[in-house]
T-cell receptor, first 116, second 114 residues
């Protein structure tokens, strides 16, 4: 069975520092995708970054990067130069099952708090 | 903005009553999904659709049904609401961006079953 594990219920980081949010996954598929979403206190789900299992380079989107270690089955999110607006829940997700259906399996999330 | 609108945004209902949540999209996406979000569980897939009148079950489909009579609308129905269905419900679409498909979410519907 496919599974996403986020072991950090909460994290604190000082403004302007970098922070890493952990995500490990389990799948027997050779082709899969890994996603990170941000959920601020307002409740919406915001797509941040995507990594395909065959992508040779780690994905980057502005201040977000995904540290993809395939052998270790980890897909950690790195946020550089944290800002107060980064305070939110962060969810790791994996595209599971058939590629054609794009169904996502989510982790339980990490709450990040950025302090001045 | 992926052009997804969920309605209603908030609803309070009583146990045993039927409830229908609507997801409307404006960009002709083929795939649509309904998830629920509960504390400690992240988001879990209820049902999804891969085209008009084509739907399938997700991880937590018991007590829910869906319909998609036209591309732009995906309806989630609780035939007889129970307190365990109190949750936040998210609709999503899958958008193709080159070699990757990205799911974008609506703003969510907060449902309370009393």
């Amino acid at each position: 069975a496919q599974k996403i594990t986020q072991t950090q219920p909460g994290m604190f980081v000082q403004e302007k520092e970098a922070v890493t949010l952990d995500c490990t996954y389990d799948t027997s598929d050779q082709s899969y995708g890994l996603f990170w979403y941000k959920q601020p206190s307002s409740g919406e789900m915001i797509f941040l970054i995507y990594q395909g299992s065959y992508d040779e380079q780690n994905a980057t989107e502005g201040r977000y990067s995904l540290n993809f270690q395939k052998a270790r089955k980890s897909a950690n999110l790195v946020i550089s130069a944290s800002q107060l607006g980064d305070s939110a829940m962060y969810f790791c997700a994996m595209r599971g099952g058939s590629y054609n259906t794009d169904k996502l399996i989510f982790g339980t999330g990490t709450r990040l708090q950025v302090f001045p | 903005d992926a052009g997804i609108t969920q309605s209603p945004r908030h609803k309070v209902t009583e146990t045993g009553t039927p409830v229908t949540l609507r997801c409307h999209q404006t960009e002709n996406h083929r795939y649509m999904y309904w998830y629920r979000q509960d504390p400690g569980h992240g988001l879990r897939l209820i049902h999804y659709s891969y085209g008009v009148k084509d739907t399938d079950k997700g991880e937590v489909s018991d007590g829910y049904s869906v319909s998609r009579s036209k591309t732009e609308d995906f309806l989630l129905t609780l035939e007889s609401a129970t307190s365990s269905q109190t949750s936040v419900y998210f609709c999503a679409i899958s958008e193709s961006q080159g070699a990757k498909n990205i799911q974008y979410f609506g703003a969510g519907t907060r449902l309370s079953v009393l």
